[in-house]
């Protein structure tokens, strides 16, 4: 080696810790493909801002989707009751007016909601996890790690907010099936309810939901530290306890809707 030379020593990365990029596009390759890894490498403390953004972008496509949907509802609503009135005129173009107004003022609320609706469900499903696993004798993880899986699970959720907005918008017979809407004046609640039912399992059963379930179940078995039974327990307990609120209401409407009827 001359004077002017400088020993060049080989940068060395120790094995024992995960090595992952932080890029919105790696980051999202990872949990697709390499999701344990992926979370375990998930340290940074703004882990969490891209999964807030796509979070509220699904929440706010279908809920617009939705919101939509229910205006046209209340549009259909007001036509029959002002073609009931057609003999006054002043009724009906009042009627005419409240049905683009209460239209627009439904389709804001939902959206308004959207951040709210993202954000509950976000905090709601750490704290759970947190919880449950740390019940279950799991180790101590930050709120913040904890947080950031949750978002970054929520990638398939994404996916199907998106997608099933966009077909109530843009399909007709796709929002009949989600939302289904009475075409006369009488409402059939038995109806009502086989048709609400039927679309809360899909919703609560598609193929992206189960693949959020399993994202989830990986991340708390890699955060925690857990068994893959453990980390099933503490993900699908309080899925399976959802799932039967659902239907408990569900039923309390049938009841109470047969009764009125």
């Not at 229910?70 to 005129?89: F, N, P, V, Y």
């Not at 696993?133 to 899986?149: C, I, T």
């Not at 939302?179 to 409402?187: D, E, F, L």
């Not at 530290?225 to 327990?233: H, M, T």
Request: charged share 10%; glycine share 10%; aromatic share 12%.
């Amino acid at each position: 080696m001359t004077k002017g030379e400088q020993m060049t020593v080989p940068r060395v990365v120790s094995s024992g810790a995960p090595v992952a990029s932080s890029a919105f596009g790696d980051r999202l390759r990872g949990v697709l493909t390499r999701p344990s890894r992926t979370f375990d490498a998930m340290t940074d403390p703004d882990a969490w801002v891209f999964p807030a953004i796509v979070m509220f972008l699904g929440y706010l496509v279908y809920m617009l989707a939705s919101g939509v949907r229910a205006a046209e509802l209340m549009h259909r609503l007001m036509d029959e009751s002002g073609s009931k009135i057609t003999s006054q005129r002043e009724g009906g173009e009042f009627l005419s007016l409240m049905s683009i107004w209460m239209g627009s003022a439904q389709i804001y609320s939902s959206t308004y909601g959207a951040p709210f609706a993202a954000a509950a469900s976000w905090m709601a499903r750490t704290a759970i996890f947190m919880g449950l696993g740390r019940l279950l004798g799991g180790a101590a993880v930050p709120w913040g790690r904890v947080a950031s899986m949750v978002g970054w699970s929520w990638t398939p959720i994404f996916i199907h907010y998106v997608g099933l907005g966009l077909a109530i918008l843009l399909i007709p017979a796709v929002a009949n099936w989600v939302i289904p809407i009475s075409t006369s004046g009488a409402v059939n609640s038995s109806r009502v309810y086989t048709d609400s039912l039927r679309a809360s399992v899909f919703l609560s059963a598609s193929p992206f939901v189960l693949w959020n379930l399993a994202l989830c179940v990986c991340g708390v078995r890699t955060l925690f530290r857990l068994s893959g039974l453990k980390a099933a327990v503490v993900v699908l307990l309080p899925t399976v306890v959802q799932l039967g609120l659902q239907y408990a209401a569900f039923e309390l409407f049938r009841a109470f809707g047969s009764g009125a009827g």
